[in-house]
Nanobody
């Protein structure tokens, strides 16, 4: 069984930065695709980003492209999401997820999920 634990969320002013972390335990995730998904208040979940095992493939939602950077440290079994130039519309609970296969933006099919970390951006 895999456990994913997100951290690093908090309250930040618009234009600020945060770095989210997602630490995995129970199994090495070096061969897994890792994803970030968010859910804003009163809205459905939104796919944010993906990274493959070797970090050679990364992709982002248009809404965060150029501001967010996904990365991973397989030795630490951890994936990160560096969020810069934050906007009020980035306010959401951010979830990391893992899957052995590439599922694209179809996050309902992701195998493992964390419990989420709250990011609040004040304007």
């Amino acid at each position: 069984q895999v456990q994913l634990v997100e951290s690093g969320g908090g309250l930040v002013e618009a234009g600020g930065s945060l770095r989210l972390s997602c630490a995995a335990s129970g199994r090495t995730l070096s061969n897994y695709w890792m994803y970030w998904v968010r859910q804003a208040p009163g809205k459905g979940r939104e796919w944010v980003s993906v990274i493959n095992s070797g970090s050679g493939t990364r992709d982002y939602a248009d809404s965060v492209k150029g501001r967010f950077t996904i990365s991973r440290d397989n030795a630490k079994n951890t994936v990160y999401l560096q969020m810069n130039s934050l906007k009020s519309e980035d306010t959401a609970v951010y979830y990391c997820a893992a899957d052995k296969y590439y599922r694209g933006t179809y996050f309902t099919s992701y195998e493992y999920w964390g419990q989420g970390t709250q990011v609040t951006v004040s304007s």
